[in-house]
């Protein structure tokens, strides 16, 4: 069984940074893309960014260069380090294969920015 565990979300202010992390167990993460999604209050679930198997990334154009997404194989895990957040980026933070599994979804990390 998949499970996917998000954490590194907390309440911080215009201009802070934070970095997620996503610990993988029942798939070893080399084999597959793997995505950082967000869900904002009363919006669907949007990719942010996607880390592929060879290395490279992309990302959504509002994180495009302030987020960086990056992973350690070893310890089957996915990061999201973000930087310069603005109130826009207040979401709840789930990561998922790319595309997305349907099982595959966790229970999220909480990022509020606010002053």
């Known amino acids: 069984q998949v499970h996917l565990v998000e954490s590194g979300g907390a309440l911080v202010q215009p201009g802070g940074s934070l970095k997620l992390s996503c610990s993988a167990s029942g798939i070893t993460i080399d084999t597959y893309a793997m995505g950082w999604y967000r869900q904002a209050p009363g919006k669907e679930r949007a990719l942010v960014a996607v880390h592929d198997y060879d290395g490279t990334t992309e990302y959504t154009d509002s994180v495009t260069g302030r987020f960086t997404v990056s992973r350690d194989n070893a310890e089957n895990t996915v990061y999201l380090q973000m930087n310069d957040l603005k109130p826009e980026d207040t979401a709840a933070y789930y990561c998922?294969?790319?595309?997305?599994?349907?099982?595959?979804w966790g229970q999220g990390t909480q990022v509020t920015v606010s002053s």
């Open positions: 998922n294969i790319y595309p997305p599994h349907t099982h595959y």
